[in-house]
T-cell receptor
Framework: GAGVSQTPSNKVTEKGKYVELRCDPI?????LYWYRQSLGQGPEFLIY????????DSGLPNDRFFAVRPEGSVSTLKIQRTERGDSAVYLC??????????FGPGTRLTVL | GNSVTQMEGPVTLSEEAFLTINCTYT??????LFWYVQYPGEGLQLLLK?????DKGSNKGFEATYRKETTSFHLEKGSVQVSDSAVYFC????????????FGKGTKLTVNP
């Protein structure tokens, strides 16, 4: 079956611009997670949704970052006023809850 | 807080060599422990897991045992293949907490023929 998909696979933007990253989870998975992976580091947690609501957003670095999951399926991570330090691979994962998380291929964001 | 420490890489081995990648953790209670693998050009995949002390996770010839007394979850394989070349991440789910995975920094393994 289809796995977790993320679009775009690559995004290059200029400092100060707004970007949206999309995640399509595995059908039927109620939990959805966003992580950020900087070069040479492990993934770091950003936010987790259970259904439509954000159950834990403690990993969002500041108020420039926001994520939504309005219908409990697709999620969008939104970054305002991008900075060069936001450059990283953004990973999305989904699960049935407290179970194996299935990861997408990631979106590589480059802020020039 | 919760954290995972992995041995520094990169690790380079010859085919059929024995592999150990060390992983230790800091967490309260009894977290669930995982090894994820990232093959070149691919996404993260779960390799194996253990959810309680003394459990052994195994998959594709890899093994790891949950050692509460040493807070460790070392990854081992008796005979590595070129196709095992990848980055390996140790991770934990804190007990009773949020579902966020806490990852180590990763260890890059290269296996030469």
């Amino acid at each position: 079956g289809a796995g977790v998909s993320q679009t775009p696979s690559n995004k290059v933007t200029e400092k100060g611009k707004y970007v949206e990253l999309r995640c399509d989870p595995i059908s039927g998975h109620t939990a959805l997670y966003w992580y950020r992976q900087s070069l040479g580091q492990g993934p770091e947690f950003l936010i987790y949704f259970q259904g439509t609501g954000a159950a834990d957003d403690s990993g969002l670095p500041n108020d420039r970052f926001f994520a939504v999951r309005p219908e409990g399926s697709v999620s969008t991570l939104k970054i305002q006023r991008t900075e060069r330090g936001d450059s990283a691979v953004y990973l999305c994962a989904s699960s049935l809850g407290f179970d194996e998380q299935f990861f997408g291929p990631g979106t590589r964001l480059t802020v020039l | 807080g919760n954290s995972v420490t992995q041995m520094e890489g990169p690790v380079t081995l010859s085919e059929e060599a024995f592999l150990t990648i060390n992983c230790t953790y800091t967490a309260t209670g009894y977290p669930s422990l995982f090894w994820y693998v990232q093959y070149p050009g691919e996404g993260l995949q779960l390799l194996l897991k253990a959810t309680k002390a003394d459990d052994k996770g195994s998959n594709k010839g890899f093994e790891a045992t949950y050692r509460k007394e040493t807070t460790s979850f070392h990854l081992e394989k008796g005979s590595v293949q070129v196709s095992d070349s990848a980055v390996y991440f140790c991770a934990l789910y804190p007990q009773g907490g949020s579902e966020k995975l806490v990852f180590g920094k990763g260890t890059k393994l290269t296996v030469n023929p």
